[in-house]
């Protein structure tokens, strides 16, 4: 099975981003309801519009868990404006993921949860 | 037990998926079609196509005669005594939904109505919309830590003015002894109304509904070898006569005008519009071909092997299965969590070894969040599995176990 390589793996097991953030200012909820999984993202950005931290929680399979743990490690540090601009190819490539179409929904989760976040932090600043 | 030579009458069960021959454990969704199904139906469209009724040519003629005996057929398959009970649908879920909307006026604010926690989506959605509607109150038969209907203590409960329940279970495989649970529930309210989901009994069980003693009966054609898109609502014939359409259009009525309507008869009130023709057709060709078969081999078969999995993964480390350990309280759906593994990665490595299961919550949510469980893996068998079918399983999720290294 090509999906599962070690990296899935190790990242399913033992996330690198994996947690919360004290006090983000930006935060999102996704459900894939077809398995009742769930992805959060906090975020924090600073005032340079830079990504300083992003943390993820919930229940999820070995693709949605690996694939979000992934994408954190690519954008953290970069700044919003190019994140934005992120598409779901792009976050599979980045992720090596060659998934069925029932499947890319796992792949995704967190790449919507992130948008949703950065979409949320938008919106608290307005406010 | 049937032979494996039964496989030969499904020509889907040739194919290989993933270079490996196809292990299709995924009946509790959807049946596969036996060539005489697909041929009934291919059959209908290239020689009798027409819409029925009141159409005065030999196509619709034939057509007509078709659908028609298909209905007699299907109520002598559930053991109905008026063949106008057999209300054709698009499949439980439609089913479901005109009963409920039927009952909205026999539900007053206040009512009891008891559906249980294994409910499929469709068994419970509509109860929740009526009941909020009207302002009864919705009352729970709970499951225990497996998943198992606590059915004595619903049996010991207050009065109750509508029961929604499964008959089979279409998570856990637990079989609902719903004739006593009926008996019980309408002694202390004999004019308590019980609406069965059948969808995942009909296929496997000679399902009597008379003996029952259940007012409405739902289930589809397409768990049953027959096609998508057609179901039958049964309704109790006292009962039905009593019912006004829900669906209005061509059909339904033997005379309008401005002043006032007259519908027609039952059940052709009930079924509005271009009905499934073909559909029901190659469904009648579906209940000719589990007749054949013989219920009682096919009820058997899916048993054995529902249990014989049961067996064979309760003795893999880390696998949990829900519902009744009593053998004979289960049917051929045995759905699991193996630690460590989720639902979806032991779906995708089982797909690699040519083995179709379904992962998630399976439309009940309710009974997930009880048991606090996001998705299980469901395996379900149908009689022309075979014992090599529960081996391929097995192997499948020790290899998932080695991959994850639990």
Not at chain 2, 32 to 61: C, M, W
Not at chain 2, 298 to 308: E, I, P, S
């Amino acid at each position: 099975m090509d999906i599962y390589r070690e990296e899935i793996l190790e990242r399913y097991s033992n996330p690198h981003n994996f947690g919360e953030l004290e006090n983000p200012n930006g935060t999102a909820l996704v459900v894939n309801t077809s398995c009742g999984d769930s992805i959060g993202i906090f975020i924090k950005i600073d005032n340079g519009g830079i990504l300083k931290d992003i943390k993820f929680k919930g229940v999820g399979c070995a693709i949605s868990k690996a694939s979000v743990d992934i994408l954190i490690d690519k954008v953290k540090g970069k700044k919003v404006s190019v994140v934005k601009k992120i598409s779901a190819e792009d976050v599979l490539k980045n992720a090596n993921l060659v998934l069925s179409p029932s499947r890319i929904k796992c792949g995704l989760m967190g790449w919507e949860a992130l948008i949703k976040a950065i979409e949320n932090y938008e919106s608290n600043k307005k406010n | 037990m049937l032979s494996s030579g039964i496989k030969k009458d499904f020509p889907i069960l040739n194919r290989l998926i993933n270079n490996r021959r196809l292990v299709y454990l995924d009946n509790a969704a959807t049946s596969q079609k036996p060539l005489a199904v697909i041929n009934a139906v291919s059959d209908f469209y290239k020689n009798h196509n027409a819409n029925v009724h009141r159409g005065i040519h030999t196509l619709s003629e034939e057509a007509t005669n078709l659908f028609d005996s298909t209905r007699e057929k299907v109520g002598k398959f559930i053991g109905s005594n008026h063949v106008e009970e057999v209300i054709f649908t698009s499949g439980t879920t439609h089913g479901l939904n005109i009963a409920s909307r039927f009952l909205e006026s026999k539900i007053k604010k206040g009512s009891i109505v008891v559906v249980s926690e294994v409910e499929h989506n469709s068994n419970f959605l509509p109860w929740i919309n009526i009941a909020k509607r009207v302002g009864a109150v919705i009352k729970y038969i709970k499951v225990d830590k497996n998943g198992v209907l606590d059915i004595p203590f619903a049996e010991s409960g207050e009065k109750i003015d509508l029961l929604c329940i499964t008959h089979a279970s279409n998570v856990t495989g637990e079989v609902v002894d719903i004739k006593n649970l009926v008996k019980t529930v309408k002694k202390k309210n004999k004019d308590c109304l019980v609406v069965i989901d059948g969808a995942q009994a009909v296929p496997h069980i000679s399902v009597n509904v008379q003996s029952l003693g259940c007012d409405f009966y739902a289930f589809s054609a397409h768990k049953m070898c027959g096609p998508t898109g057609v179901g039958v609502l049964w309704v109790k014939r006292s009962i039905l006569k009593t019912l006004n359409p829900v669906d209005l259009g061509g059909g339904v009525v033997i005379n309008v005008n401005k002043r006032e309507i007259e519908f027609a008869p039952i059940p052709e009130r009930f079924e509005a519009g271009t009905q499934n023709v073909a559909g029901v057709v190659g469904f009648g060709a579906a209940i000719d071909y589990l007749k054949s078969i013989g219920m009682d081999n096919v009820g058997t078969t899916v048993r054995f092997l529902g249990n014989k999995a049961y067996d064979s993964l309760s003795k893999i480390n880390g696998v949990n299965i829900l519902g009744p350990v009593d053998k004979n309280k289960r049917s051929g759906v045995v759905s699991f969590t193996v630690k460590g593994i989720h639902a979806h990665d032991l779906s995708s490595v089982l797909d690699s070894c040519g083995v179709a299961v379904r992962s998630g919550n399976h439309c009940a949510m309710i009974l997930h969040n009880e048991l606090n469980i996001p998705a299980t893996v469901r395996a379900s068998f149908y009689f022309y599995n075979t014992e090599d079918d529960v081996k391929t399983l097995v192997s499948g999720i020790r290899k998932a176990k080695k991959i994850f290294r639990v």
